[in-house]
């Protein structure tokens, strides 16, 4: 409890880790399906994205990314890849619960949550941000033919044909049995499908067969 209120402390007092996690950072946590659950699995992470989200620069970044093709097809690849499972299998792990139960007893994690809100110059920024470059930039964007011109050409785009054989690739269905069969996918459950967690109780005879000796290297 104590480590966690000084986490929580930390924050509100936009330590090294606020500053490390920008609007930028959040944005691409955001727009990955494979890591955007990770935002949920920790409070301190929870407390760290939804500050980038009161802060404007964080839908902009949003948006323009919106704006791009190649942004969808990256989303898509992260929801065929394996590292999606790993990420949602997460929240069957009761260490995730752990945390947020002592968060909830905190009252320093709810002044950490309201810190955003309490801040005028987060309306500042939201009242200017109608004059923000790069607002202006992307109101200007549709008079950009090489915008259309992108999304035209997405369809034949190497990447987007790269992923639709990406189904006819044995290696993919490979890797989600390896990432489904892997103990450590699931945390602590984990523990209990590694046979490795029962010593010898997985095998009542290996206290009957002496190990192998090895010579001593010369």
Do not use: C, H
Not at 46 to 58: E, K, S, Y
Not at 123 to 142: C, E, F, G, N, T
Not at 191 to 207: K, Q
């Amino acid at each position: 409890m104590k480590k966690l209120s000084a986490l929580v402390l930390a924050l509100a007092a936009q330590s090294a880790f606020a500053q490390a996690v920008t609007p930028e950072t959040t944005a691409a946590q955001l727009l990955d399906p494979a890591k955007v659950a990770d935002i949920a699995k920790d409070p301190k992470a929870a407390v760290a994205a939804m500050t980038n989200l009161m802060d404007p620069a964080t839908a902009i970044i949003m948006m323009q990314k919106g704006m791009d093709p190649a942004t969808f097809t990256k989303m898509a690849q992260a929801g065929m890849s394996p590292d999606i499972l790993k990420s949602y299998a997460a929240f069957l792990d009761p260490n995730m619960y752990t945390k947020w139960l002592a968060a909830s007893m905190d009252p320093n994690f709810y002044m950490a949550g309201l810190t955003p809100f309490m801040n005028p110059n987060m309306y500042m920024k939201w009242m200017m941000s109608p004059l923000d470059p790069r607002v202006l930039q992307m109101a200007m964007a549709p008079l950009n033919p090489n915008m259309y011109m992108n999304w035209a050409m997405a369809p034949v785009a190497p990447a987007n044909m790269n992923m639709m054989m990406a189904p006819l690739n044995p290696n993919l269905y490979t890797q989600w049995a390896g990432a489904a069969a892997d103990p450590k996918t699931y945390g602590v459950w984990g523990s209990f499908m590694n046979p490795a967690t029962y010593g010898t109780l997985a095998n009542p005879f290996a206290g009957f067969i002496p190990a192998p000796v090895v010579p001593a290297a010369k």
